[in-house]
């Protein structure tokens, strides 16, 4: 099927957050472009959820009368590059507080996202930093944020800053009780 390109491709049809998605910022052929985002048919030359809502007119499955088919059956029981822990939720959150608000609200995660990628990634966070960001709310995100630059200094390496980053977004998350690790597929 050919797509047409979406909107807004960091806010998947399914209800990923693909721009907090490790593939999203990873360079060469198996960068992702989000969900219908220019290029996306060589990267996923399938996916029955867009195709589904292209063909209903719908940009998002919660736009749907039969949301959630059965095609969410084991939507959040495990995870990909990125965690589906949310997907269900997130796309219930856009329904609540309107569209405009959620991808908002994704933007503003996008560019913390973008922060820590640039200033706090030793190279090895990356996965760690999409999940921290995807997982926690917004404000949790922001509390972190400010907490790491009141604990790091210009002067610290990357990697004191990565360590600082990791250990605020960890101590964030036990006390919210989010595991920031990816699941694998549980057998059906």
Known sequence: M?????RNPQFAACGLNCGLCPRYYTSGDSRCPGCAGEGFLEVHPTCGVLSC??????EYCGQCGDFPCAKYDLADKGDSFITHKNQLKDIEKAKRIGLEAYE???NDKVKILEELLESYNDGRKKSFFCLAVNLLELQD???AMAQIAAETEPSDTVKEKAKTAVSVFQDMADKRAVSLKLRKAQES
């Open 53 to 58: 809502c292209q063909r209903k007119g719908i």
């Open 2 to 6: 050919e797509y047409t390109v979406r």
């Open 141 to 143: 995100i922001k509390s």
């Open 104 to 106: 908002a609200e994704l």
